[in-house]
């Protein structure tokens, strides 16, 4: 097994020191400062988002700076020639890379990738080892959460910088498409963001369906959603009925941006004869958490029994997902928009909740907590033109302020611009292709 391994590994190493990279489209990701810190530099998020794509460009970077390329290493624990691997084997990388490569023994700027490590049992071990031992960067990604927090919480402890890979922000898509974000813009470039707005509204930022054709993008997406499904769920949990995975994740896809209740997807299941038990609907959700598929942002309250008792309202990873699964195009226009807010503010927050005022349960979309303990209150609606739609906005906003003792709100929208004083509270309505362009301060 050991010699299949190695060989394996000699073959993979010699293809990736031949092979051309592929170009990456630029992404505001930064490595960790290497020179300065011994960390592992860890890169979580959902498939195809652009974990190995930041990598890439990581090492773009080295070879520009003059670093040969056989000063990187790079493996996909996903390669099939390597079924079976196990931590015994992580050595062979080791030994087999420097017998390829023995004039880079004693250097000190070797980059190592290691690719969804996470699926071999046993990798932090390793990693740690190479952190204590040996003098050389470090990265490695994995699309399981709940996997990576645990043994980065345990063996490598304080040794891990951890970053959350998304697809591609709005600003990063207006970069791609040659326009420098949030600068002085005229008439004809304001026209072209308003414009790719809503491209991205409807499509999303995964790196593939953005350089790939309109038409083949619910295929790409609903591929994307099959192998999570199939690989970082039935197949890590050795679950028997993918069928029912699958009617579960299509159903919570399909109603996006609204609290879920999973009794009533349990409930609804049941009645057309689909057995499964509430409490694996509740382990199967929890599953595309991890696997970063879906983000949920439960209800505000001091109270842990008051949050655990309301539904956690939930999103997609991108907004293009809405699109893929869609069947109720009006609904889901609104959908995108507070989606797409939703994934805006969780680059950067991680308390993210929604909230219903006291005494008439007016829902504000987002209670967001800063690093301050500050609260910001922020509502998510396509128009303002609508004076019943209005009307509903404002006035959950207004109470929410009331509540909380705030003087100022924010409603995004899709291409609406105010500022409203109401009742001695502040709003502003600004559209979301302005607003996305900034990076938010923690």
């Given at each position: 097994m050991k010699d299949n391994i190695k060989q394996a590994i000699r073959s993979i190493l010699n293809e990736f020191e031949q092979r051309d990279l592929p170009k990456p489209v630029p992404r505001e990701i930064s490595p960790p400062p290497f020179q300065k810190i011994n960390k592992a530099w860890v890169l979580m998020g959902m498939r195809r988002s652009g974990k190995t794509w930041s990598a890439y460009q990581h090492i773009q970077l080295r070879q520009n700076q003059g670093l040969p390329k056989n000063t990187n290493l790079y493996v996909n624990f996903e390669d099939d020639r390597l079924a079976g691997f196990e931590i015994s084997h992580f050595q062979i990388i080791l030994d087999t890379y420097?017998?390829?490569?023995?004039?880079?023994?004693?250097?000190?700027?070797?980059?190592?990738?290691?690719?969804?490590?996470?699926?071999?049992?046993?990798?932090?071990?390793?990693?740690?080892?190479?952190?204590?031992?040996?003098?050389?960067?470090?990265?490695?990604?994995?699309?399981?959460?709940?996997?990576?927090?645990?043994?980065?919480?345990?063996?490598?402890?304080?040794?891990?910088?951890?970053?959350?890979?998304?697809?591609?922000?709005?600003?990063?898509?207006?970069?791609?498409?040659?326009?420098?974000?949030?600068?002085?813009?005229?008439?004809?470039?304001?026209?072209?963001?308003?414009?790719?707005?809503?491209?991205?509204?409807?499509?999303?930022?995964?790196p593939e369906v953005i350089l790939g054709p309109k038409e083949l993008h619910n295929t790409l997406i609903q591929g994307y959603i099959d192998a999570v499904i199939l690989r970082d769920i039935v197949k890590r949990y050795a679950i028997r009925n993918a069928d029912i995975i699958q009617k579960f994740i299509v159903r919570i896809l399909r109603q996006l941006a609204t609290p879920l209740s999973i009794t009533k997807v349990y409930n609804t299941l049941k009645s057309i004869g689909l057995a499964v038990g509430k409490n694996s609907l509740f382990e199967y959700f929890q599953y595309f958490e991890d696997a970063?598929?879906?983000?949920?942002?439960?209800?505000?309250?001091?109270?842990?029994?008051?949050?655990?008792?309301?539904?956690?309202?939930?999103?997609?990873?991108?907004?293009?997902?809405?699109?893929?699964?869609?069947?109720?195009?009006?609904?889901?226009?609104?959908?995108?928009?507070?989606?797409?807010?939703?994934?805006?503010?969780?680059?950067?927050?991680?308390?993210?909740?929604?909230?219903?005022?006291?005494?008439?349960?007016?829902?504000?979309?987002?209670?967001?907590?800063?690093?301050?303990?500050?609260?910001?209150?922020?509502?998510?609606?396509?128009?303002?033109?609508?004076?019943?739609?209005?009307?509903?906005?404002?006035?959950?906003?207004?109470?929410?302020?009331?509540?909380?003792?705030?003087?100022?709100?924010?409603?995004?929208?899709?291409?609406?611009?105010?500022?409203?004083?109401?009742?001695?509270?502040?709003?502003?309505?600004?559209?979301?292709?302005?607003?996305?362009?900034?990076?938010?301060?923690?």
């Open positions: 420097f017998e390829l490569y023995p004039q880079n023994i004693n250097r000190q700027d070797l980059f190592f990738c290691f690719d969804e490590i996470h699926i071999v049992p046993g990798w932090e071990k390793f990693i740690r080892r190479l952190i204590d031992t040996e003098k050389m960067q470090i990265c490695v990604t994995g699309s399981s959460a709940e996997m990576l927090s645990k043994e980065l919480g345990t063996t490598l402890g304080g040794r891990a910088w951890p970053q959350e890979v998304f697809p591609f922000s709005f600003s990063e898509f207006l970069q791609f498409h040659a326009i420098e974000p949030n600068t002085i813009m005229n008439s004809k470039t304001q026209a072209q963001i308003r414009h790719l707005a809503t491209e991205y509204l409807l499509y999303g930022g995964f970063y598929a879906i983000l949920s942002a439960p209800f505000f309250s001091l109270s842990e029994k008051v949050r655990q008792v309301n539904p956690k309202k939930v999103y997609a990873v991108d907004p293009g997902i809405i699109t893929a699964y869609s069947i109720k195009n009006d609904f889901e226009k609104s959908a995108r928009l507070e989606n797409a807010v939703f994934i805006h503010l969780r680059r950067t927050f991680n308390n993210i909740c929604y909230y219903k005022t006291k005494h008439q349960k007016k829902e504000v979309d987002f209670v967001i907590t800063r690093l301050n303990g500050e609260l910001i209150l922020i509502q998510a609606c396509v128009k303002m033109d609508d004076l019943e739609t209005r009307e509903r906005e404002l006035s959950a906003l207004i109470d929410a302020c009331r509540e909380f003792g705030l003087n100022q709100g924010t409603i995004i929208t899709e291409d609406h611009e105010e500022a409203i004083n109401q009742e001695g509270i502040a709003i502003q309505c600004i559209p979301f292709w302005k607003w996305a362009q900034v990076k938010l301060a923690p």
